[in-house]
């Protein structure tokens, strides 16, 4: 089951805030969060687990809210860097399915302009 | 660079045939993930290996098959091409092979199927 990504794209000017939403119908166990610029491979940003943690790396976080099976990404003062499409990454639990494993949402197309 | 390489870069064949893309993973990662990403169907996971052994299996037909060997390395066959399998083929590796790894990619495979 994919899990759908809020907004499809997204411009930005640099310096300026932007979230991206993930959800789930299903009660997920981990989501994890990937960028990929344009012709390269996903890059691992961080994975969050079911709690409601909060991870960040400097001015890129992310939240996990197991109730509303939902994580966001929070990008603040974002740079010409951040460009790209990011990806968020579900997981529901062990299984023995394996189409249970890491399923991606359709993707965020970011774009920062000076 | 994330430590996977991946070989060929491009691969360009015709339908019908068959064709083995090769991933090596990181040092001391020992499970290997294999992903499918084309313009209609996004990032789908394949199927995982972890220490040689089968781990987990995604939306992976029937005509693709892998194996990963005593060193680590991985190979993703893919036999009786068809045009729809033209897409980024991408191989990803952790440490554990565990739902809250973080995953590394490769740079990808280009598969054109004509």
């Known amino acids: 089951q994919q899990p759908v990504q809020s907004p499809q794209a997204v411009i930005l000017r640099e310096g300026e805030d932007a979230v991206i939403n993930c959800s789930s119908s299903?009660?997920?166990?981990?989501v994890h969060w990937y960028r990929q610029k344009h012709g390269e491979a996903p890059v691992f940003l961080m994975i969050l687990l079911k709690g409601g943690e909060q991870k960040g790396h400097e001015k890129i976080s992310a939240s996990f809210n197991e109730k509303k099976q939902q994580s966001s990404l929070y990008l603040t003062a974002s740079q010409l860097s951040y460009s790209g499409t990011y990806f968020c990454?579900?997981?529901?639990?062990?299984?023995?399915?394996?189409?249970?494993?890491?399923?991606f949402g359709t993707g965020t197309r970011l774009t920062i302009i000076p | 660079d994330s430590g996977v390489t991946q070989t060929p870069k491009h691969l360009i064949t015709a339908t019908g045939q068959r064709v083995t893309l090769r991933c090596s993973p990181r040092?001391?990662?020992?499970?290997v993930y294999w992903y499918q990403q084309s313009l209609d169907q996004g990032l789908q996971f394949l199927i995982q290996?972890?220490?040689?052994?089968?781990?987990a299996k995604g939306n992976i037909l029937e005509r693709f098959s892998a194996q990963q060997f005593p060193d680590l390395h991985s190979e993703l066959n893919l036999s009786s091409l068809e045009l729809g399998d033209s897409a980024l083929y991408f191989c990803a590796s952790s440490v554990n092979g565990i739902d809250t790894d973080t995953q590394y990619f490769g740079p990808g495979t280009r598969l054109t199927v004509l």
């Open positions: 990454g579900t997981e529901y639990g062990y299984t023995n399915f394996g189409n249970e494993k890491l399923t």
């Open positions: 290996y972890y220490n040689g052994e089968e781990r």
């Open positions: 299903k009660a997920l166990y981990s």
């Open positions: 040092s001391g990662d020992l499970s």
